[in-house]
């Protein structure tokens, strides 16, 4: 999601800051670049590109114990396997939400620990919040997750390291929603991702409106039957990142 001010994340970082430490700053944030599209086309890997004839379907900031599960039966109802990009605070109040998810045959990867915006570099606190969203993922699943997405897409050069220490691989986006806002329909969803989908891309849409306008969640449950079987009218097959074809390392 684009940050709050319009602003780059490096600007925002920067303009607080006293020139050495802009200059740290701006070496922590560079990476981040990689939230704006034109960025991502450049790093294919890190936007996800796969198999040409693959659609990979994720979901972000579950786990949500009201929105959540409707989306599990309206996958379960559309035959579709997708990735649940899930923030470490939320699995710890939420357990029997990640189970489910798991138990009804979905990847479980981490979106970090919490949804905070990452503006000053603090490289240890990093590491800790990501070994710790893995941890108990794992614990939960007994899988250790493979992906990483960092909140907002802002991928620090410090969330790399850390997420390279914790044994996951960075994945952004190539098509998205736009689903966060209040104005958000399921017309409004489906245009959106047709817009920046091809085959081999990856799809970025939200299970729950925890970090979103409230109920916005609505607006991509109803889209998502569209989203998948216009996929599956072009020839694509959806499924979780698992399946796509990205390179694990």
């Known amino acids: 999601m684009p940050t709050s001010t319009g602003r780059s994340p490096v600007r925002q970082a920067a303009a607080?800051?006293?020139p050495p430490a802009a200059v740290v700053a701006a070496a922590h944030m560079a990476p981040a670049a990689t939230w704006l599209p034109a960025v991502r086309r450049r790093v294919p890997r890190l936007a996800g590109v796969g198999h040409p004839s693959h659609v990979a379907l994720t979901f972000d900031d579950g786990p949500d114990p009201d929105s959540t599960p409707r989306f599990l039966d309206a996958l379960d109802e559309l035959g579709v396997r997708a990735t649940f990009f899930v923030l470490?605070?939320?699995?710890?109040?939420?357990?029997?939400?990640v189970r489910e998810t798991f138990r009804r045959g979905h990847e479980l990867a981490v979106h970090g620990w919490s949804h905070r915006r990452p503006w000053l570099p603090v490289p240890a606190d990093d590491v800790r919040a990501l070994q710790r969203a893995a941890a108990v993922v794992g614990e939960l699943t007994g899988r250790r997750p493979r992906w990483y997405r960092p909140p907002y897409g802002i991928l620090t050069?410090?969330?790399w390291a850390a997420a390279r220490a914790a044994g996951m691989r960075p994945v952004l986006w190539t098509a998205w929603g736009r689903d966060w806002t209040a104005g958000a329909t399921a017309a409004s969803v489906r245009s959106a991702v047709a817009a920046g989908l091809r085959g081999g891309g990856t799809v970025l849409l939200h299970?729950?409106?925890r970090m979103s306008a409230p109920?916005?969640?609505r607006a991509t449950l109803d889209?998502?039957?569209g989203i998948v079987n216009g996929c599956r009218r072009a020839g694509l097959a959806v499924g979780p990142l698992a399946e796509h074809g990205v390179p694990r390392r």
């Open 157 to 159: 050069s410090e969330r």
């Open 215 to 217: 109920d916005c969640w």
């Open 207 to 209: 299970d729950t409106d």
């Open 223 to 225: 889209a998502l039957p």
């Open 16 to 18: 607080v800051l006293t």
């Open 88 to 97: 470490g605070d939320g699995v710890v109040r939420h357990p029997p939400v």
